[in-house]
């Protein structure tokens, strides 16, 4: 396993430096509604920078740097004065309708509300010169067609449903409130916070507001810690962030913390039939040991195979569940019986992989525009799965063949002495 893992490294290495050497940047610095937005920004008190925005052929709108950072060099300072959040939304001519309003609206809600008002409002909105730079549209899960939808992981389409539902619960239970809004707005109610508007600005707030933990106000039900920032929500392109696609809307290639998923759901289908797979389950489940059971190149993860471990458990052996949740190596049938598991479980999350990605090459070749965009973003996804995957069999077929022979080893010593 060991020289597996140097060898993954390399392959790793040589792919970034290729990637490296690929990608390109276009200075979006010049173009009017950046201009319009760094004018907005230095008059709330913005200093200069060492940053300027910028295309990236590989991951999109993002921040360059002009020159060398040294560490501990700061990169970027936004004053509050610049942050849109829910103060923001009290001092507006929303205020008095929201602090009026029972029961309570959720920091979300109302900034969701007030993106969809300031945009209405076009060129005569304060925030105009961020709203404008902001995406007409994303390609998260919430947007997705349901032919789109079907070719995602089963995890993310379950996990994007509930964003959905998210949305239309926000739009559906906030109608009477809605309807108060209307001397403040141009149009018709129905016509300006619709589902789609409050999906716009749900995915806004969802994939750029940065963390800022804030006292919670008497005016709004919940805990706020909501903060647009405008400029600054550009630095999204972390590789370490997990589940992009989900949250951001992208898929960073050859990104060396991606991980795929697996499901509780595909363990049982995978096992089923075992003896006391039920109590197992259940036992799991209450330690919570069935949340963030994931495989990267190098091999399932230590949940994982803990999971795994358990469930490979003879079932007279009761006593030994709590020690195997624990991490302690049972005996060595159970763990070649855990790893064959595990590659068992990895071939059929490939197989799925191949077969999502056979229907997204026909649905390619079948339309254009927006849900091009979106399967071309499933597509990504699915891709770095199948590399994922196929590295992880790998992996797991050389663990278990050093494990048949490590064994073997033992019982030819045994037999001589």
Request: glycine fraction near 4%; charge should be positive; charged fraction near 25%.
């Amino acid at each position: 396993m060991k020289g597996r893992s140097r060898r993954v490294g390399r392959t790793a290495r040589k792919r970034k430096r290729k990637r490296e050497q690929s990608v390109r940047s276009v200075s979006l610095s010049h173009q009017l509604q950046y201009v319009r937005l760094m004018k907005f920004l230095h008059q709330r008190g913005f200093s200069s920078t060492l940053l300027q925005p910028a295309l990236f052929s590989d991951t999109g709108r993002g921040l360059q740097t002009l020159q060398t950072i040294m560490p501990g060099e700061l990169v970027v300072s936004l004053p509050e004065s610049c942050l849109l959040t829910t103060s923001t939304v009290l001092s507006s001519y929303l205020g008095e309708y929201i602090k009026s309003w029972k029961p309570r609206l959720s920091p979300l809600s109302a900034l969701c509300v007030f993106l969809v008002c300031e945009r209405q409002r076009g060129e005569a909105s304060d925030w105009f010169p961020y709203i404008d730079v902001l995406p007409y549209s994303y390609a998260c899960p919430t947007y997705f067609s349901e032919e789109v939808a079907d070719v995602l992981p089963a995890g993310v389409r379950r996990r994007g449903l509930e964003q959905r539902e998210a949305v239309r619960e926000m739009h559906s239970s906030n109608q009477e409130f809605f309807r108060t809004l209307q001397p403040v707005l141009s149009q018709p109610i129905e016509d300006v916070l619709t589902y789609e508007a409050l999906r716009w600005a749900w995915c806004s707030v969802n994939t750029r507001s940065v963390f800022m933990s804030r006292p919670s106000s008497c005016f709004l039900s919940g805990p706020d810690s909501y903060a647009l920032a405008p400029f600054l929500d550009l630095l999204n392109h972390r590789p370490d962030v997990q589940r992009l696609l989900l949250e951001y809307g992208f898929v960073a290639m050859n990104n060396p913390h991606s991980v795929v998923y697996v499901e509780p759901d595909l363990l049982c289908d995978i096992l089923r039939g075992e003896k006391s797979l039920d109590q197992k389950m259940k036992f799991l489940r209450e330690n919570h040991f069935l949340e963030n059971l994931t495989v990267s190149s190098e091999g399932p993860s230590w949940r994982l195979m803990v999971a795994l471990r358990l469930l490979s458990l003879p079932q007279t052996l009761y006593h030994l569940w709590r020690p195997a949740l624990l991490g302690q190596v049972v005996d060595e049938k159970t763990e070649v019986r855990s790893s064959q598991t595990a590659r068992t479980l990895c071939q059929q999350l490939l197989k799925d992989t191949h077969i999502a990605l056979d229907k997204i090459s026909q649905l390619l070749g079948q339309c254009g525009g927006p849900l091009r965009e979106q399967l071309e973003v499933v597509r990504a996804l699915r891709q770095e799965e199948r590399w994922i995957l196929e590295n992880c069999v790998t992996a797991l077929k050389d663990s278990v063949i050093l494990e048949k022979e490590t064994s073997s080893c033992k019982a030819n010593i045994g037999a001589k002495s």
